[in-house]
C-alpha cells in the first residue's frame, strides 16, 4: 500500500502562541496553557496562568485552541503532546508550545499525534534544535520537515491498533509504577519500626551535642574553573537516594578550597544533607577519599566516632520520623530551606555502637532486597517504553499488521 509524504505546512496548519509579559496576565482571565502544562497524552492546567480576557477575545483571539487540536511542546522537553479534548477548553496558546490543525480530511488527527511521537520525528526535529542546556525548536523548524501517511481507511486501522495496544501497556505501566512506589513505602515502613524499636537503652539527645560539627556550605557562588586545576564543588543534586552522586558537578580554585575547609574539611565518613530544594531532607555518607567543598544547598555533618555510627545517622535522618521533623522545619514558604539551626536542635535517639552497627546490618539486607525488586520494576518499565516505541515504529514503516497489535495487547 503507498504512502504519500508531503511537507508539514501543507497539510497542517502549525501555530506558536505569543510571549506574554507579566503585567498581561490576568487572575481569573483567559486559561493560558504553557509548556508544563502538555503531558504525555494529556493536559494538566494545575501550572497554568491566565491572560488578560480583553487581550485573549480581540488581539490573540486568533490563539484561542479548538477541541481536536495537538499540542506539542517545542523548548524543554521537545515531543510532549496531547490532542485537545472538549473539557479542556477553553485554552490560549502560549510560547514554547505549537497547535497542529489538519487542511485536509485526508488526515487523521490521532495519525498526526503518533507520527510525532515516533523516535524517526523526535530525532530529525532534535537535528534542528538550539541551544545546548535548553533545547529549543520553532515552526520555522517545524515547516522544514515530512509527514508521510496512507490512506485515512489504513490510517484509522493502524489508530485502533496502536489506541488497542498502548491501553493494555498503559496499564500494564500503571501497575508496575505503584508496585515500585509501594516498594519505596515498605522500605520507609521498614524503617519507621526500626527506630521505633530501639528498646530501652538508648540515648536521647539533640543531634548537636552527638556530632563534632554540623554546618552548611559557602552561601555565595564561586567562580568556577577547570577541572584540571579545581577542586569538586558538591551541592544538593549529589546526594540521591542515600547515596553521594558524583556525575554531575562543578569545581572550584584550590585556594578557596582551602579557604573553606581550613576548620571543616569534609572527609570520608561524613554525613551530607540536602538542605534546599525539593529534595531537602535526604542523607548520605560520603565514600570516596577525595578532597572536596560543599555549597550552601547541603548540610555537612560530622558524627562524634564514639556515638554514632556514620550509617546509623544516614538511615536514622532518613526515617519517615526526621523526614516529618525536617518538613515541619522548614522556613522558607518558596523554595523549600531546611536551616542548619533547626538540624541541630533535631532530637535523635541512639543506643550503643554496637547495637547500631546490629541495626545497620539489618537495614542494609532490608535495602538490598527492595533494591533488587526496584531493578525488577524498572526494568519492566523500560520493557514497556520499549513495546512502545517498537510499534509506533512498525505503524510508521507499514509493518504493523493487526495480528501485530493484537499480540502487543
Not at 74 to 94: C, F, Q, W, Y
Not at 147 to 176: C, G, M, W
Request: one cysteine or more.
Amino acid at each position: 500500500m503507498s504512502w504519500i509524504t508531503q511537507k508539514l505546512p501543507d497539510v497542517l496548519f502549525i501555530q506558536e502562541g505569543p510571549g506574554i509579559r507579566k503585567y498581561e496576565y490576568e487572575e481569573n482571565g483567559y486559561p493560558m496553557i504553557n509548556v508544563r502544562c502538555v503531558q504525555d497524552g494529556y493536559i494538566d492546567m494545575s501550572s497554568a496562568r491566565c491572560a488578560s480576557m480583553e487581550l485573549a477575545t480581540t488581539k490573540w483571539k486568533h490563539f484561542q485552541v479548538d477541541e481536536g487540536d495537538i499540542l506539542y511542546t517545542i523548548s524543554g522537553t521537545i515531543g510532549r503532546s496531547a490532542i485537545v479534548k472538549e473539557a479542556d477548553l477553553p485554552l490560549l496558546m502560549n510560547t514554547s508550545v505549537v497547535r497542529f490543525k489538519s487542511l485536509t480530511p485526508d488526515l487523521d488527527p490521532k495519525f498526526v499525534y503518533y507520527y510525532f511521537k515516533t523516535d524517526l520525528f523526535i530525532d530529525e526535529l532534535l537535528g534542528h534544535s538550539t541551544g545546548t542546556a535548553i533545547k529549543n525548536v520553532g515552526p520555522s523548524h517545524l515547516k522544514k520537515m515530512d509527514i508521510s501517511y496512507p490512506s485515512l481507511e489504513e490510517q484509522k486501522r493502524i489508530v485502533a491498533i496502536l489506541d488497542q495496544a498502548f491501553t493494555h501497556i498503559d496499564k500494564a505501566r500503571a501497575l508496575t509504577e505503584q508496585n515500585l512506589r509501594n516498594v519505596r513505602e515498605l522500605f520507609e515502613s521498614y524503617l519507621q519500626q526500626v527506630f521505633s524499636l530501639i528498646g530501652d537503652r538508648y540515648v536521647e539527645e539533640a543531634l548537636d551535642d552527638a556530632c563534632e560539627l554540623i554546618t552548611c556550605g559557602v552561601a555565595a557562588t564561586p567562580k568556577y574553573v577547570d577541572e584540571s586545576e579545581g577542586v569538586p564543588f558538591l551541592s544538593a543534586q549529589n546526594v540521591k537516594s542515600g547515596k553521594v552522586v558524583l556525575d554531575k558537578y562543578r569545581h572550584i580554585s584550590k585556594d578557596l578550597h582551602a579557604k573553606l575547609t581550613k576548620k571543616n574539611m569534609p572527609k570520608k565518613g561524613d554525613i551530607l544533607y540536602s538542605r534546599v530544594g525539593a529534595g531537602f531532607g535526604e542523607a548520605a555518607v560520603v565514600e570516596h577519599e577525595f578532597e572536596f567543598s560543599v555549597y550552601v544547598s547541603l548540610t555537612l555533618i560530622q558524627p562524634i566516632e564514639a556515638k554514632l555510627d556514620s550509617y546509623y545517622l544516614k538511615y536514622l535522618l532518613n526515617s519517615p520520623q526526621i523526614k516529618s521533623l525536617a518538613r515541619s522545619s522548614i522556613t522558607s514558604s518558596g523554595v523549600p530551606n531546611l536551616n542548619v539551626k533547626s538540624v541541630r536542635k533535631f532530637l535523635i535517639t541512639y543506643p550503643a555502637l554496637q547495637k547500631q552497627k546490629s541495626v545497620v546490618r539489618s537495614i542494609e539486607l532490608m535495602e538490598s532486597e527492595i533494591g533488587n525488586l526496584e531493578s525488577i520494576y524498572q526494568n519492566k518499565l523500560l520493557e514497556l517504553d520499549t513495546l512502545k516505541k517498537s510499534l509506533l515504529q512498525k505503524a510508521f514503516s507499514g509493518e504493523l499488521t493487526k495480528n501485530m497489535g493484537e499480540a502487543a495487547a
